[in-house]
C-alpha cells in the first residue's frame, strides 16, 4: 500500500490537495476570491499554527494584540463543516453587498482528548489591503449560535 505524499493529501479544510486548495493562499501565491475561501483557508491555518497569515487576514479594526497559540496547547482539529455562505444565498438579490459577506460553520476539534465544536458565523469585509493595495477578504468577528 503506498502511503499519499503531504502534496497530494486532502486539504484540512475538506477540499482537495492542500497544494490546489487552501495552500496557494497560506503561501501568498494567491488571494482567496470569496470569503468562504479565506475562511477555509483560515481553518487550514489554525490547523497549522500559522500566526502570520491568520493575523494578516484578520481585519485591523479587530485584530489581536496578544498571541493567537500558547506553547502549551494542545488542541487538534478535526474536520469542518460549512453550513451556509450568506452571498450563496444573496445572489439573485437586487442590492447584495459585494464587500461584505457572512460564513457559518462548524469546526470540529479535541482538546485534552476531548471532542469539541465551535459552531460560528463569521463576518468578512473585502478592501483594499493596506499592505500592498490588492482588494483581499478579511476576517472581521464572529457570533455563535445557540
Not at 444565498?89 to 469539541?116: I, L, M, N, P
Not at 483581499?136 to 445557540?146: A, K, L
Amino acid at each position: 500500500m503506498s502511503k499519499k505524499s503531504p502534496a497530494s493529501a486532502r486539504c484540512p479544510c475538506g477540499g482537495p490537495a492542500l497544494a490546489t486548495c487552501c495552500g496557494p493562499y497560506i503561501e501568498g501565491a494567491a488571494i482567496a476570491p470569496t470569503a468562504e475561501a479565506l475562511m477555509r483557508s483560515r481553518y487550514t491555518a489554525y490547523g497549522q499554527r500559522n500566526e502570520p497569515y491568520l493575523l494578516a487576514t484578520w481585519h485591523a479594526s479587530t485584530r489581536p494584540t496578544e498571541p493567537l497559540f500558547g506553547a502549551e496547547e494542545k488542541l487538534h482539529w478535526l474536520g469542518l463543516e460549512v453550513k451556509s455562505s450568506l452571498r450563496l444565498r444573496q445572489r439573485k438579490a437586487e442590492h447584495a453587498d459585494e464587500e461584505r459577506d457572512t460564513v457559518e460553520f462548524v469546526a470540529r476539534f479535541k482538546v485534552g482528548g476531548r471532542a469539541e465544536r465551535l459552531h460560528e458565523v463569521s463576518n468578512f469585509v473585502r478592501e483594499a489591503d493596506p499592505a500592498d493595495g490588492a482588494l483581499r477578504w478579511f476576517y472581521v468577528d464572529g457570533h455563535f449560535p445557540q
